[in-house]
DNA sequence: CGAGCGTTTGAAATCGGTCAACAGCAGTGG
DNA sequence: CCACTGCTGTTGACCGATTTCAAACGCTCG
């Protein structure tokens, strides 16, 4: 079950199946051939190497070609925050942009390759390819987005809610991939999660258990099957399907 | 102590005060004259009043010529989260380009006036002016710094250094601007800085009184004056104050 | 001057954190 | 094949920072 795996990816994102969801969405096939030229070396990541660490020089994004990757900031003091988990198509490396300067830490939670955008290269392109140009901005905004969600769930949620959250995002991702949106294996450990969540580890741990036994969900070790979607939804503060109720809270 | 009172401001971005914050940094007078084109319209907002509201479409972002904003969202059950307060010279309404649509409510916090940016006409221009782009490029990669380090105090901070850090921020965007770094007034209320920190206001009360205390800072009302910065950046775990450090890394 | 709101302060309750023990599985090597 | 080791995850009991509830204070403005 390992996403995209290296024998079927091409060389090329003229044919390259992460099309739909990575950089060049829209693209004529003559444009695609410059984003081709555009990016000329891809980097191979065991599990828990990096990709770039706080501090590097920047000069390139990157676009995962498959695995996952996580993103961290560390504090002096050992404290550390995941700011996201970040899977294949997604662009990384972004808010280096504006100090020139990795701001984070990308690790690999899986063997994973990424291809390298060279940046500068890349705004030459962008600015003959104007749908290249929105398609980057729209990246951009969306990663936006997805931070303030998390500001959402982290600011005022509770810490359940926080996890059938994550759940229900990760779902969505991978079914935007094309996988079955209701089962997966998580790349993460339980640590991880609690650390993207802002809880401890025994909270992640105590949740799933309380999930799995209200019947929300399966999971055994890494791998969850979500049984009742709507029920997380519900859990989650999401405006689901039909309901935007009271949010009901098992024992 | 109002920033930049309209008297003061011309209603040219090529003879703007804010031109070294905002939008045009560093383009040649022809093209500053360009920009002064695509900015034909301004929006004056009394305090409490919206620029833009969560799911209206989008066609322009806005930079602050004057006044505070804060951006919020909405959870079905009434609960709100600030994601950000936000002075002159910062452009809002970049979370809005990725699906058309704004993510988020924008409401001023006093008196305030925006300058609109057609975005279709922005990207064309950008097109057009490579420091323009890159410019814009640097100002969304910050806006993910920022709410990354706002992901980090939410995750991984106690109350009492999220508010230390607050203040610190808020003092050193100040400082940008031009003010004294050490004493200014709140635009926003108990309440919107515990939203924004994730903290109730009742904590934010206490540790503003405990820092009073302490001797960090005087406070009075929503008039604040840092005096012991070092202190303050030790408890929001922050190196030195004008002290841009490297962070070591032990593998 | 009094109403109304925002803020401060105190006391009690609670969610999630911390500490600690244990279980489960993987890898290693005898 | 099984014992040993180490790591990750689970569960329980207790603790504490923050929330919640409650009441008083003090601006601001009509």
Known sequence: ???????????????????????????????????DELVKERISLKKGERL???GNAMSSVYSIRFGTLKTEHVLPDGRLQIIGFHLPG??????????GQHQSDAVALEDSEACVI??????????????????????LSRELTQDQRHLLSLGSLRAEERLAGFLLNLSE????????????????SREEIGSYLGIQIETVSRMLS????????????RHVKLIDMEG?????GLPKPNQP???????
């Open 1 to 35: 079950m390992i996403p995209f795996p290296k024998a079927t990816l091409p060389n090329k994102c003229s044919t390259c199946v992460l099309g739909q969801f990575c950089l060049p969405i829209g693209l004529t096939s003559d444009d695609l051939n410059k984003v």
């Open 52 to 54: 770039y660490r706080h």
């Open 245 to 251: 109720q009271e949010i009901k809270i098992c024992t």
């Open 118 to 139: 060279r940046f500068d290269e890349f705004e030459s392109l962008a600015r003959q390819i104007p749908v290249l140009q929105h398609q980057f901005h729209r990246i």
């Open 210 to 221: 309380r999930f799995a036994e209200s019947g929300l969900i399966q999971i055994k070790q």
């Open 232 to 236: 997380l939804c519900e859990l989650a």
């Open 90 to 99: 997604e662009i990384l490396g972004l808010d280096a942009i504006g100090e």
């Open 173 to 188: 991702r991978l079914a935007a991939r094309g996988y079955v949106n209701h089962e997966f294996d998580l790349r993460m």
